[in-house]
């Protein structure tokens, strides 16, 4: 089921930048937020659809988060593909091209092949907010349709507004010493198009029209069903093909950095399996972003250090750095088939992090997906103008 998250108030989203008093005193916020904080915001609002063969039927054992983003009039917006390039045209809108596979032989690259621009290219157009594509480019792109795609700047569907505060000592009632701070806050812009965040759930009921807390500070949003009108693009035909990509549309944090841990640094390959269905690959090649940093606030299940016992405790969660939305992975099919990968791989969050269990656990086969929204990936063909020099793997 798909929700959407509209503003009542500013919202605030924290990213891994230290924010305190007298050192820190600036925090701005990120948009859209990280996969994590949907949990938190539905926790006070949604209860779990019983599971009548499981005999825990907990908010957070049922709950299950997939795709998660922006939504624009209930249409998606997804994370530009890092494998594609910006120019901008005579009528300064923004255009995005594929860049070609070429051979690192002879580089210091770690993989076989990366990718490069055609041509010699300036510095590339600053697209403020962020660079976005439609779901209609996103299938064209993923089903290698077109060259050139159409990119949105999401700062044309939010504003932002800087907040001021300062702490009021109680005792004296002047301005407390070293206590200043300022916020740039997030308001999703309603006048024209409407923006609103989305997420797909599992697993919950929700309430139509419930106040939720999200973010930072605890600000309001009001969350509703969208029904069936929203699609996430279908997979590709690529069953005659050797040869696929994955594209990241949520961040995902990895056991090896960049790398996700089921591939072997030594040979670049790899054996992903879940239940009957198995395939094995060799990464040809990736295009990642600067690693972002995820860490937000959770519950303490550790009811030994926790004093009240009968309470939950919020504390801190771990720190992790994480591959940012948009980057893409190049792989060649060593043994399997398409359909498999498709199985596998195509809407299905592959991150190998898991919310209070880490990277290594019990059960990794039925666990083998994460249930909280990060490394949501799609599976995409390789063009034949994209495939340059990978012609001979």
Not at 119 to 139: C, F, M, R, W
Not at 194 to 213: F, R
């Amino acid at each position: 089921m798909y929700y959407r998250i509209d503003a009542i108030d500013s919202w605030f989203f924290r990213n891994a930048a230290p924010f305190d008093a007298g050192v820190n005193t600036y925090g701005k916020s990120i948009f859209p937020p990280f996969p994590s904080v949907y949990a938190g915001a539905l926790r006070n609002c949604a209860v779990p659809i019983p599971n009548p063969n499981s005999p825990k039927n907990t908010f957070a054992r049922r709950l299950k988060i997939g795709w998660n983003g922006i939504i624009i009039d209930k249409h998606m917006l997804y994370p530009l593909p890092l494998d594609l390039y910006i120019t901008k045209s005579d009528d300064e809108k923004f255009i995005a091209h594929e860049m070609v596979i070429s051979s690192a032989a002879g580089s210091s690259f770690p993989l076989p092949y990366f990718l490069k621009s055609p041509t010699e290219l300036k510095k590339p157009p600053h697209i403020s907010g962020g660079a976005y594509v439609d779901e209609n480019v996103i299938k064209a792109y993923l089903n290698a349709q077109s060259s050139d795609y159409s990119v949105y700047s999401l700062e044309d569907y939010f504003s932002e507004e800087t907040h001021i505060g300062i702490r009021i000592d109680p005792l004296s009632g002047t301005v407390a010493d070293g206590q200043f701070y300022q916020q740039t806050l997030i308001t999703p812009k309603n006048n024209i198009r409407q923006c609103s965040l989305a997420i797909e759930t599992s697993g919950i009921e929700i309430p139509e029209k419930s106040i939720v807390h999200i973010g930072g500070d605890g600000k309001l949003g009001v969350i509703s069903r969208i029904g069936e009108n929203l699609s996430l693009p279908d997979p590709p035909s690529i069953e005659n093909d050797s040869c696929f990509k994955l594209y990241l549309a949520t961040p995902a944090i990895f056991e090896k950095g960049w790398l996700p841990g089921w591939i072997n640094r030594e040979n670049m390959t790899g054996i992903f399996t879940h239940k009957k269905h198995s395939v094995r690959v060799k990464l040809l090649s990736a295009v990642v972003g600067k690693p972002v940093a995820i860490g937000g606030f959770g519950v303490d299940k550790d009811k030994n250090k926790n004093k009240d016992k009968d309470k939950d405790k919020i504390c801190p969660r771990e720190m992790r750095y994480a591959v940012p939305a948009g980057s893409v992975y190049y792989f060649k099919l060593l043994s399997g088939s398409m359909t498999d990968v498709i199985r596998l791989f195509h809407k299905k969050c592959i991150s190998d992090y898991r919310e209070t269990l880490g990277f290594h656990y019990e059960k990794m086969d039925r666990l083998r997906y994460c249930s909280r929204g990060f490394g949501y990936s799609l599976v995409g063909s390789i063009g034949k103008n994209q495939r340059g020099e990978v012609h001979n793997v």
